[in-house]
């Protein structure tokens, strides 16, 4: 059964950092793309990054640019996206997503994945 699991999420402050897991359950993610989104209360859910299993490519949303990173460790069969320079824009449930293959034109819609987790919130506050 196919299953991703969120963690790291919290409260920090603006200019703080959080480090965000998604763990896989049930298939080996070397072999798929993995992309992180993010739904702000009242907004839709926009994709913040994404990182492909078969070479490596990432994607960033500009909003995240040179602040945000994603990596993958796949002997712990884990994604992991590293926050820095949070800001009060940056709260929003983070989920991450599955699917076999994304194209580069569409990694950051809801519809190119196939598997969700259940989300991590993040609020940045003073």
């Known amino acids: 059964q196919v299953q991703l699991v969120e963690s790291g999420g919290g409260l920090v402050q603006p200019g703080g950092s959080l480090r965000l897991a998604c763990r896989a359950f049930g298939f080996d993610l070397a072999n798929f793309d993995i992309g992180w989104f993010r739904q702000a209360p009242g907004k839709e859910r926009e994709g913040v990054s994404c990182?492909?299993?078969?070479?490596?490519?990432?994607f960033y949303a500009n909003s995240v640019k040179g602040r945000f990173t994603i990596s993958r460790d796949n002997a712990k069969n884990t994604v992991y996206l590293q926050m820095n320079s949070l800001k009060p824009e940056d709260t929003a449930v983070y989920y991450c997503a599955t699917t076999k293959f994304v194209y580069g034109y569409t990694w950051f819609r809801t519809q190119a994945y196939d598997y969700w987790g259940q989300g991590t919130q993040v609020t940045v506050s003073s």
């Open positions: 990182i492909r299993g078969s070479d490596g490519t990432i």
